[in-house]
């Protein structure tokens, strides 16, 4: 949401002067706290103009995992429709648009409309946030859960998929060696365990438990 905000595919000094608008010194982007959805992919797009994300505070995606990890979708449109009632469809007309063929060409939209779905986006994000959080903290486990493996989890897959990971490829061939021998000590394993038991059972098939049928 947030990197909807600096338009176009400028770098450098255009990034610069577009956040210096927002109130910001680049290349740092340094607000008090920042929260969004899925907020790993913009800041992906803002490295890609040479800005630094600061201030990480949270990711209303992780809290919908955190509050219902069952929910089929965490979209931020389907969050709000759950939790924020009042926002419910509020970018539907903008995602039914064709002009951007299902936001796979924003730089096709015209910037007014561009800033009014950025600014719902982030307005329903901060308020997301709010009911969220307050849900999390219901559940004590849940909430450290949540701020002392998820968030940190995803602070370093960002920094993963940035900077990649460095990798012993002795260890990683020797490892590999490894697993491969015990996978086949666990299908010798199994392959014992089912010849044994089809013996047990006259050659019929492999009893079940309940003793009220068999597996062929």
Same mark, same amino acid.
């Given at each position: 949401?947030?990197?909807?905000?600096?338009?176009?595919?400028?770098?450098?000094?255009?990034?610069?002067?577009?956040?210096?608008?927002?109130? =910001?010194?680049?290349?740092?982007?340094?607000? #008090?706290?920042?929260?969004?959805?899925?907020?790993?992919?913009?800041?992906?797009?803002?490295?890609?103009?040479?800005?630094?994300?600061?201030?990480?505070?949270?990711?209303?995606?992780?809290?919908?995992?955190?509050?219902?990890?069952?929910?089929?979708?965490?979209?931020?449109?389907?969050?709000?429709?759950?939790?924020?009632?009042?926002?419910?469809?509020?970018?539907?007309?903008?995602?039914?648009? #064709?002009?951007?063929?299902? @936001?796979?060409?924003?730089?096709?939209?015209?910037?007014?409309?561009?800033? @009014?779905?950025?600014?719902?986006?982030?307005?329903?994000?901060?308020?997301?946030?709010?009911?969220?959080?307050?849900?999390?903290?219901?559940?004590?486990?849940? =909430?450290?859960? =949540?701020?002392?493996?998820?968030? #940190?989890?995803?602070?370093?897959?960002? =920094? &993963?998929?940035?900077?990649?990971?460095?990798?012993?490829?002795?260890?990683?061939?020797?490892?590999?060696? &490894?697993?491969?021998?015990?996978?086949?000590?666990?299908?010798?394993?199994?392959?014992?365990?089912?010849?044994?038991?089809?013996?047990?059972?006259?050659?019929?098939?492999?009893?079940?438990?309940?003793?009220?049928?068999?597996?062929?």
């Amino acid at each position: 949401q947030l990197s909807l905000l600096l338009g176009g595919t400028g770098r450098d000094e255009q990034s610069n002067a577009r956040l210096r608008l927002m109130g =910001y010194d680049a290349p740092s982007f340094t607000p #008090p706290a920042v929260v969004g959805h899925n907020l790993k992919f913009d800041k992906h797009i803002f490295a890609n103009e040479g800005i630094e994300i600061a201030n990480w505070h949270g990711d209303t995606m992780q809290l919908a995992f955190a509050v219902d990890e069952n929910m089929q979708r965490k979209s931020l449109d389907e969050c709000v429709r759950r939790w924020i009632p009042a926002m419910a469809g509020y970018a539907d007309d903008f995602n039914l648009d #064709p002009i951007h063929e299902e @936001k796979s060409h924003m730089e096709r939209v015209p910037h007014d409309k561009m800033l @009014k779905y950025a600014g719902g986006d982030a307005d329903a994000g901060w308020r997301l946030a709010r009911v969220l959080n307050k849900r999390v903290k219901e559940d004590r486990r849940n =909430y450290n859960c =949540y701020t002392r493996i998820q968030m #940190p989890a995803l602070r370093t897959f960002f =920094y &993963m998929e940035r900077h990649g990971v460095r990798i012993d490829r002795t260890a990683l061939r020797e490892f590999s060696v &490894m697993l491969g021998e015990r996978e086949d000590r666990s299908v010798g394993h199994a392959e014992g365990f089912a010849a044994e038991h089809r013996d047990l059972a006259g050659g019929g098939g492999v009893s079940t438990a309940g003793g009220g049928g068999a597996i062929a």
